[in-house]
């Protein structure tokens, strides 16, 4: 049993090593060793009130903060969106008009041949629209 006899908060987080060796009683000579390290820390109780009195200086800075920061903040003005962009719009048309060109290997189509696409292409098209 070790016991620390003299706590005080100034101790706290101090780590200490202890050695334990194994030897045999009637022999000097050790058989084996082991450093044990060991830390300080304060009671639940304790931990607890600490706890507690750093949140309380924290609440305390955060209201201390938040107050200068809307005093010397002015407001910013934002413009509202009126809706998608003009990029966006185009977009969408070219590939809805991509969809509906013919697929090659359509024979029937009055469309001219360089018009009709390749299943990847319209692939491409349905996933960007998408």
Do not use: W
Not at 112 to 118: A, D, G, K, V
């Amino acid at each position: 049993v070790i016991r620390h006899r003299d706590v005080r908060a100034s101790y706290y987080g101090v780590i200490d090593k202890f050695r334990l060796q194994v030897s045999e009683q009637s022999q000097r000579k050790a058989l084996g060793k082991k450093e044990i390290i060991a830390t300080l820390l304060p009671s639940a109780k304790e931990q607890q009130q600490q706890k507690e009195e750093e949140e309380k200086r924290i609440k305390e800075h955060l209201a201390e903060s938040v107050f200068f920061e809307q005093t010397l903040c002015q407001p910013e003005s934002r413009t509202a969106s009126s809706g998608p962009s003009l990029l966006t719009v185009f977009l969408g048309v070219v590939c809805v008009a991509a969809l509906m060109l013919p697929t090659l290997g359509e024979m029937e189509s009055l469309v001219p041949l360089y018009l009709h696409l390749s299943v990847n292409q319209k692939l491409v098209a349905a996933y960007v629209l998408g």
